[in-house]
């Protein structure tokens, strides 16, 4: 099975300070992605990935950005956290050509910024 | 603008019962998932459905796909409460390798 493992269950943090969330995956996918998860608007795409070093805008990217640097690694980055980032974050990985099997999701991130 | 659309957003039914939940989205569509999120839980993939007329059931659950109507639907039979969680539809839009969410159902199913 594919795992899609996110580094922390629950973040507080404080308005202003610099966030990284990380997200790892075991199983050599090309796509990486995050998403925002909120009540009532479902999940909103921040940034994804097709490649190493390669990014791509989502819908909501503003206040955020991303790296990845290895294949496996995808990171998620609040320049600096404002309290309407409070959200559920989930990260998610798929094949170049996800057709058949989908996109598998980490365990998602709670992050609460004070 | 790519637009994903599920209805009911809240469903509360008894267990024996049938229902639909709907999934409706704007534009020409390469495939649709099905996820299901327990409450503090990731999501977990149901079905996939990539052709018109696409059928899949699991147990108590079916999906099934009208790329024509642009719309999917997940057919829940003789509900147990097991089967309560939250179900979001997401498509991957024609050209595109991302995922659009609908704003998902939280079903409820009552003894």
């Known amino acids: 099975d594919v795992k899609v493992t996110q580094s922390s269950r629950y973040l507080v943090k404080r308005t202003g300070e610099k966030v990284f969330l990380e997200c790892v995956q075991d199983m050599d996918h090309e796509n990486m992605f995050w998403y925002r998860q909120d009540p009532g608007l479902g999940l909103r795409l921040i940034y994804f990935s097709y490649d190493v070093k390669m990014k791509e805008k989502g819908d909501i990217p503003e206040g955020y950005s991303v790296s990845r640097e290895k294949k496996e690694r995808f990171s998620l980055i609040l320049e600096s956290a404002s309290t309407n980032q409070t959200s559920m974050y989930l990260c998610?990985?798929?094949?170049?050509?996800?057709?058949?099997?989908?996109?598998?999701f980490g365990s998602g991130t709670r992050l609460t910024v004070v | 603008e790519l637009k994903v659309e599920q209805n009911p957003l809240f469903l509360s039914m008894q267990e024996g019962k049938n229902y639909t939940i709907y999934c409706n989205y704007s534009t020409t569509s390469d495939r649709l998932y099905w996820y299901r999120q327990d409450p503090g839980k990731s999501l977990e993939s149901l079905f996939v459905?990539?052709?018109?007329?696409a059928v899949k059931q699991e147990g108590r659950l079916m999906a099934s796909l009208d790329t024509k109507a642009r719309l999917s639907t997940l057919h829940i039979t003789a509900a147990v409460h097991d089967l309560s969680a939250t179900y979001f539809c997401a498509v991957v839009f024609q050209g595109a390798q991302k995922l659009v969410f609908g704003q998902g159902t939280r079903l409820t199913i009552n003894p």
């Open positions: 998610a990985s798929s094949l170049l050509d996800g057709l058949d099997y989908g996109y598998t």
């Open positions: 459905l990539l052709s018109n007329g």
